[in-house]
């Protein structure tokens, strides 16, 4: 695999020529978007046509129930793990399945070989994350209890292949219970043959302050549960300044702090999908940014004759427009920003990657992560 940059007067029959490759391939693996227009700076993933391959680290995902049945068909073949966001549950241990049903995403993910994986979450009727659903849980014994019994019983009775636990704004007073809670449902679930991740905010040391840190104990959650995934992404986010969703030299720092704490093989690079698109001037604490994908930013880029640039320290592309007289800035990933990631999984010894989220089309991503893991 190749990654080519986009130069002044190139054309998609220009690079097949050049490279000796097929049109339709070019055009297939880069989800290129009729009528196939380029911009200046846009990464384009260069390969063969061949048979999809599961790499051979972990790879998963999250995925909304309502997710496009379409853009998973394409994903799936390169994951190992589909996991289904979310199940929620009460302070007093009853659990509460997504209210739009999972049936459709356990048959697609196991159409593809992809573990069926329950997100476990204190997200409430509001659809914020609430720290007292967890304390109310974790200080409970008997809650606890009832809750792992209920757990391992809808695995059991809807064919799901593992639990991953994304508890987010734990109080510090929570510390020692959260962790005791994962390995207790870890012991639970490995009592029926299957695994329990926990999801890590990005820290960098023990005593990080912050209401997002402070509650996840990275050494004691790397004991409790079979394996973590580190959230190493939202640096850039919609009320941020204009930067990286997930700068390399950041995620390094993460990385290397994690490794002092959890085993190499225990730990998932959490890779995003998407990116932001602010308006400027930016405003602290009023500017918002919007989400979008990442094949969206370049049609963006495009119609806007934008040229992409490429930031070498964070390892990841940017751009800026116009439109109705207003400035943007746009940060988005591709697949040079997913090479720098991918590098630092195989460079750390790391057991696997997990992507926020699989709701959008990424399938250069996806085939760059299957040729880099990929034992030949």
């Given at each position: 695999m190749l990654i080519y940059v986009v130069q002044p007067g190139d054309t998609v029959n220009s690079i097949a020529r050049d490279?000796?490759?097929?049109?339709?391939?070019?055009?297939?693996n880069n989800q290129l978007a009729y009528p196939f227009q380029l911009v200046v700076g846009q990464a384009l993933l260069l390969s063969a046509e061949g048979e999809a391959a599961r790499p051979v680290i972990e790879t998963g995902g999250y995925a909304y129930p309502y997710a496009s049945e379409e853009v998973l068909r394409q994903t799936l073949p390169y994951m190992t793990a589909l996991n289904i966001f979310s199940y929620g549950f009460t302070t007093d241990g009853q659990l509460i399945p997504p209210a739009q049903g999972d049936d459709?995403?356990?048959?697609?993910a196991n159409d593809y070989g992809a573990r069926p994986v329950m997100t476990l979450t204190p997200i409430d009727a509001s659809g914020t994350f609430n720290n007292n659903l967890i304390s109310g849980l974790v200080q409970n014994p008997d809650a606890v209890s009832r809750l792992i019994g209920e757990i391992v019983r809808y695995l059991e009775?809807?064919?799901?292949?593992?639990?991953d636990v994304d508890f987010e704004y734990i109080l510090p007073s929570d510390r020692v219970a959260f962790a005791d809670f994962v390995r207790q449902l870890r012991i639970a679930?490995?009592?029926?043959g299957y695994r329990v991740s926990v999801a890590l905010a990005p820290k960098t040391s023990d005593n990080q302050p912050g209401l997002l840190y402070e509650g996840k104990d990275y050494a004691l959650l790397g004991?409790?549960?079979?394996f973590v995934l580190l959230m190493t992404y939202e640096w850039g986010y919609t009320y941020s300044v204009p930067m990286a969703v997930a700068p390399v030299n950041k995620v390094r720092q993460v990385v290397e702090y994690a490794l002092t704490r959890i085993p190499a093989e225990k730990i998932h690079l959490g890779i995003p999908n998407y990116g932001y698109d602010w308006p400027l001037p930016h405003v602290p604490g009023t500017t918002k940014a919007t989400s979008i994908g990442n094949l969206q930013a370049i049609q963006i880029a495009i119609e806007n004759n934008a040229e992409?640039?490429?930031d070498t320290t964070a390892q990841t592309p940017w751009f800026t427009y116009t439109r109705d007289g207003e400035q943007h800035e746009?940060?988005?990933?591709?697949?040079?920003?997913?090479?720098?990631?991918?590098?630092?999984i195989s460079e750390y010894g790391l057991a696997g990657?997990?992507?926020?989220?699989?709701?959008r089309p990424n399938l250069p991503g996806w085939l760059l992560m299957s040729g880099t893991f990929w034992i030949r």
């Open positions: 490279f000796q490759l097929s049109i339709s391939t070019i055009i297939y459709r995403l356990i048959s697609l009775e809807n064919g799901m292949q593992g639990v679930v490995n009592a029926i004991a409790a549960a079979d992409i640039r490429y746009v940060w988005f990933e591709d697949v040079r920003s997913y090479q720098a990631k991918f590098g630092l990657a997990g992507v926020w989220q699989l709701m």
